[in-house]
């Protein structure tokens, strides 16, 4: 199985990296067919500019069987490099397109609808206010 993992934390010390990203690592590489790849948004510094980064994402996108998303939750919301990361990459044409069901109408269809996605997201805030006010 082709597995992507997705950092977005810039802090090579966190949780994110240390905790979350060790422990997959440790457990994909304990299990024999599981191949890894890896994407650092802030180590490779993405930014809209950057065409030729975004079109390699895309491939391994396109390469994975599975996807995780590794990222802290900052004021309600993703950190921009992977807010940038999804509104780069998951564009239309590559992971979807929409199909007209009136002039004024349509719907998206999904290329990427067999990929497997885990998504893992830290936050330092108390848990019993994000309980009560979100879920």
């Known amino acids: 199985m082709k597995n992507l993992v997705i950092i977005g934390h810039p802090d090579q010390n966190s949780f994110c990296h240390n905790g979350i990203f060790g422990k997959i690592k440790k ?21 809209r500019d950057k065409k030729d980064l975004i079109n390699n994402y895309k491939k391994l996108v396109t390469w994975s069987d599975r996807i995780y998303f590794i990222s802290p939750v900052w004021w309600f919301r993703l950190t921009p490099k992977m807010e940038t990361f999804f509104d780069e990459v ?8 929409f199909v007209n069901i009136t002039k004024t109408y349509a719907y998206p269809r999904s290329f990427l609808k067999k990929k497997k996605i885990r998504c893992y997201l830290t936050h330092g805030a108390p848990s019993l206010p994000v309980q009560k006010q979100y879920i």
């Open 27 to 47: 457990i994909l590489n304990d299990h024999p067919n599981q191949e890894i790849k890896t994407i650092d948004l802030y180590k490779d510094k993405l930014h």
């Open 90 to 97: 998951f564009t239309p044409g590559f992971a979807y397109e």
